[in-house]
């Protein structure tokens, strides 16, 4: 019998549906039914694509006698920390705090006030590696519920106790300036693998962010390491396996320092940071390779995450069916010689030697994970795009890992700015059509009559989840690329709703510090807070952000006081932990440079010479800048206002805090202005 997931609209919650776990989701009803019965609440927060939640539900959700021991001694909620980032940080914070480390699938033991007290992630079904079974964690915490109830409440109250004295230090309201980012760039140097690229050990996750600070810093100062640090970053991960050679899309992260293995799972936003880092790259190098990997990562999510409503969806699952009923991770990506021997025939030693598939095997079980390892000698360009094309066949014909359908407002952002600027860079009119058809759907399905946001969506149909900061943050930034891409003043009007939500329900009005739930938000434990770049911009960096590039588009004074004073967390941690605080760094270099503000004006957005003004702007690397395109008499974008044409002529107009050079007609002047 189905549990009360079944009406859900996260693909996770519904892959639960059918437990004999008697779930519930995340309300109030739920907590009353832990009062009533006089029992704790068993919290368990994952995803959908993610390995070890799968494995923890076929060893313990899905067996008999420990859900009908869950569902006599708990109240059992189910939470997907994509649809519920809020409730998935308070608890995530109080699991490291305890154990010095977190991750999901993450198990969670609460009162029925929702106070936590007994922790952990992944619990095998059978004691191993000095870990407890979860059974035994389940019969431990009911005896200790049963036996010394006044003890766990102690426990309780003392952790819910010290996460509120967990207060950020914020370091003040003021930006950093050349020194701290100086000294950021300085932390990232000693961190820098420089054999392989990356920063750390294993696992390495993609440093998008990182890279975006990076190609900021060499565009304002020239520093030629900042460049190298990110131009062969971005080689060694194209080369990799966390790179899919046929397909295009990067996986979630490597399991090595080599990039050599990654963690299958591809997510949306991991994709769409990427891809606009590499058409940033190309666009400060014109490298090859950087084009290459931009479009086809651009590619990807249109081919395989756009969903039929036109937004695009969370991730692709780790797992698929390896044939023979299996689900493996990796199972859909990875190669033996053999499998390239019956799709190949006799070109299947050149793709072995082309992809570094090996007999031994790089990944387990004797296969491989397709890499491009740097190698001597020419390889026919025909042959290899044959050969690429007749694998990419054989691979659709295998069963495809699962597709997380919900469209999440902040990453549909991401994907919007990156597929405008995608398109605009590299004449692909179809990514920026793309883009906007993800823009309409969020003003459309997301956007109440209020202009606050909803989280989720899944089949046209809108979640009950509200959105947090990075949602009206992330989207602002996708609405601020659009309107710089097409000239069309209408994704500035959307931008500056949501930005206006920001600054009256998520920024605290006396220090200046901005919080990840809106001010009247379902009340947590604790209201989060973490101004910290991790998978993504955090909320606090993507809103400074894009508070800064509306200011430089409008002259709003408020909304770019407002990037200044968050910021100041930035002059806080990036000296000290650079790695972590990637996009602020990116933000704290466009406010260093101004950001410029571009206006460029023809007698019609068809015109050649306005075109070609246009797109000379958008490549240029001034950090942050914003462009704004259209004719005199528009009255659609602020910067245009007052710019005549040039003795008839299309004219670029260069301002920095509102103080303009001289217009110009030429396109290698306005590139001048723009590249240092």
């Given amino acids: 019998m189905p549990n009360r997931l079944a009406h859900e609209t996260s693909p996770y919650l519904l892959q639960h549906a059918d437990n004999p776990v008697d779930w519930w989701p995340w309300s109030e009803e739920a907590f009353d039914e832990a009062r009533q019965r006089e029992v704790p609440v068993h919290l368990s927060v994952g995803y959908s694509s993610c390995h070890w939640c799968h494995v923890l539900a076929r060893e313990s959700f899905e067996d008999e006698a420990v859900a009908a021991y869950m569902n006599t001694h708990f109240v059992n909620i189910k939470v997907d920390r994509e649809e519920r980032p809020d409730v998935d940080a308070v608890y995530m914070e109080a699991v490291q705090a305890a154990t010095g480390q977190g991750g999901w699938p993450m198990t969670v033991f609460l009162t029925a006030d929702a106070e936590p007290f007994y922790f952990g992630t992944y619990f095998p079904p059978a004691p191993r590696h000095g870990m407890p079974s979860f059974r035994q964690v ?34 003040g309201p003021e930006a950093p300036g050349e020194e701290e980012l100086a000294r950021a760039l300085l932390g990232l140097t000693r961190e820098y693998d420089a054999q392989r690229g990356g920063f750390g050990g294993a696992p390495k996750f993609p ?18 390491g900042a460049l190298q640090m990110a131009a062969d970053t971005c080689e060694r991960m194209a080369r990799g396996g966390i790179y899919d050679q046929l397909g295009g899309g990067f996986a979630r992260y490597s399991v090595d320092r080599e990039w050599v293995v990654p963690h299958f799972e591809k997510m949306l936003y991991d994709n769409a940071l990427l891809c606009r880092v590499y058409a940033h790259l190309w666009r400060a190098t014109g490298s090859a390779l950087a084009r290459r990997v931009a479009l086809e990562t651009a590619d990807f999510m249109v081919r395989e995450l756009r969903t039929n409503e036109g937004g695009f969806a969370s991730a692709l699952d780790a ?35 082309y992809f570094g598939v090996t007999e031994e095997g790089t990944f387990e079980e004797g296969s491989s994970v397709l890499q491009l390892p740097q190698r001597e000698g020419v390889f026919d360009a025909e042959k290899v795009a044959s050969v690429k094309r007749r694998l990419l066949d054989a691979r659709a014909a295998r069963p495809a890992p699962g ?43 997301h956007l109440d009559d209020h202009a606050q946001i909803a989280r989720t969506s899944k089949d046209g149909q809108v979640g009950a989840n509200a959105g947090v900061l990075e949602d009206y943050a992330d989207v602002a930034e996708g609405f601020l690329a659009l309107a710089s891409v097409t000239g069309e003043g209408v994704w500035l009007e959307f931008a500056g709703f949501l930005l206006d939500h920001v600054l009256a329900r998520f920024v605290d009005a006396e220090s200046g510090t901005l919080y990840d739930t809106a001010s009247d938000a379902e009340q947590l434990i604790r209201r989060p807070q973490d101004p910290t770049d991790n998978a993504a911009p955090s ?18 004074e408020p909304h770019r006081k407002a990037a200044e004073r968050a910021l100041g967390v930035v002059k ?28 460029v004006v023809g007698p019609s957005l068809d015109d050649k010479a306005t075109k070609a003004l246009h797109r000379t702007a958008l490549l240029g690397t001034a950090p942050g800048a914003v462009v704004a395109v259209g004719t005199p008499e528009s009255d659609e974008l602020p910067l245009l206002a007052g710019r005549p044409l040039v003795q008839g002529e299309p004219a670029a107009y260069v301002c920095r805090n509102f103080t303009c050079d001289a217009p110009t007609t030429d396109l290698e002047r306005l590139r001048t202005a723009l590249n240092g």
Avoid: C
């Avoid at 952790?159 to 950020?168: F, P, S, T």
């Avoid at 909320?539 to 709003?556: E, K, N, V």
């Avoid at 806080?572 to 503000?597: H, S």
């Fill in 539 to 556: 909320g606090w960096t993507a809103a400074a952000g894009a508070l800064l590039s509306y200011a430089a588009q409008t002259g709003a």
């Fill in 138 to 171: 389940l019969e431990g915490v009911h005896s200790a519920w049963a036996d010394r109830r006044e003890e766990v409440a102690e426990v309780a109250g003392k952790i819910v106790r010290d996460l509120a004295g967990r207060e950020i230090s914020y370091g």
């Fill in 403 to 445: 597709r997380d359908d919900k469209v999440v407002a902040a990453w549909n952002g991401l994907a919007i700015a990156a597929l405008a600027e995608t398109g605009a860079y590299f004449d692909r009119p179809d990514l920026v059509e793309a883009a906007v058809g993800a823009a309409d759907l969020l003003v459309r399905l």
């Fill in 572 to 599: 806080a941690l990036g000296p000290r932990v650079p790695r972590f605080i990637g996009w602020g760094l990116a933000v704290a270099e466009a406010l260093l440079d101004g950001p410029k503000e571009v206006a």
């Fill in 207 to 224: 440093p998008s962010m990182v890279i975006e600070f990076l190609l900021r810093h060499h565009a304002r100062t020239g520093s030629e």
């Fill in 319 to 353: 797992d698929s069916d390896d044939g023979s009923g299996k689900h493996v991770e990796g199972a859909y990506y990875v190669w033996t010689p053999e499998q390239l021997r019956d799709v190949l025939g006799d070109d299947a030693e050149l793709a072995a030697d």
